[in-house]
């Protein structure tokens, strides 16, 4: 079976978000047991399988996401992952459909070559600072807003650029059920908000096995209404990462984001399992 690793939300290797990648020839998925090993074996922040659905439907493929330790409802860096691989395969620009659980996800290769998602926009619900958020970020935040309903984060609004950029916050501290299901997305304006990239982020996902995930398309869900409010713009580009980093465009849509990245193949072989 071919297996390949990608890397995500960036147009050059070991850079962006890496996602394992595998496209199955059948039309059903193996078993939840046989999918959790492979994405452990993997240790990646996500792996994507795929299988292909009957022709004439609303979707294309099937598609699941596993972390080294869960299954997750909704992921965006490895959603681009593989539908780069598909449109690699096909050679041809166009669209893909997906069904996964959080409903129909639409993935359009441009003619550069960048692929662009059409992903649920997540709502943002004001909420008080948590008991403990501040210490175990290592600063103090400037808001807090709740996507609980849809991607299940704490989009945490920080200072500015440099305080996003410092953090190395308490991990174990981050698991705790006040700081919500999956992580904390936290995020500044940019110092330069007229340049390349308008917003900054970076997100810990510690409770579902990824304690910082480089590039997350999902978060940008948030991201872009957030900071589309804030500046007046519904299209951006946002910067994300520590030591990896990755850009994502988004356009508010209303109800939906679209997300604009690139992708690049970095490894190519066979899983014997």
């Given at each position: ?9 960036t147009?050059r290797?070991f ?42 439907g ?10 080294p ?8 860096h490895a ?13 041809t620009?166009?669209?893909v ?13 441009e ?14 619900t ?21 996507t609980?309903?849809?991607?299940g ?11 996003v ?19 904390i997305?936290?995020t ?45 713009r ?40």
């Amino acid at each position: 079976m071919r297996i390949r690793i990608v890397d995500a939300f960036t147009d050059r290797p070991f850079s962006g978000n890496p996602a394992g990648v595998l496209l199955l020839d059948r039309d059903s998925f193996p078993a939840d047991s046989w999918l959790q090993q492979v994405a452990a074996e993997v240790n990646l922040s996500e792996t994507a399988f795929a299988h292909p659905l009957p022709p004439g439907g609303e979707a294309d493929w099937a598609l699941r996401w596993f972390t080294p330790t869960t299954e997750v409802g909704i992921c965006g860096h490895a959603t681009l992952a593989a539908a780069h691989v598909l449109h690699t395969i096909d050679a041809t620009a166009g669209t893909v459909r997906f069904a996964a659980r959080c409903g129909l996800l639409a993935t359009t290769a441009e003619p550069d070559g960048t692929i662009t998602l059409d992903f649920p926009t997540s709502l943002l619900t004001p909420v008080p600072v948590p008991d403990g958020l501040a210490g175990a970020l290592g600063t103090e935040p400037v808001a807090v807003h709740d996507t609980s309903a849809d991607i299940g984060d704490l989009v945490v609004e920080l200072a500015d650029e440099t305080t996003v950029r410092n953090l190395s916050p308490d991990l174990a501290a981050l698991t705790t059920p006040a700081l919500r299901d999956r992580g904390i997305v936290a995020t500044a304006v940019a110092d330069n908000p007229d340049g390349t990239y308008q917003f900054v982020s970076r997100c810990f996902f510690p409770a579902i096995g990824i304690d910082e995930d480089p590039v997350t398309g999902s978060a940008h869900t948030a991201l872009a209404p957030y900071w589309s409010a804030r500046l007046g713009r519904d299209d951006l580009t946002g910067l994300q990462g520590g030591t990896r980093t990755g850009l994502v465009r988004t356009r508010l849509r209303g109800e939906r984001t679209l997300l604009t990245g690139s992708a690049i193949t970095v490894i190519d072989g066979d899983l014997h399992a």
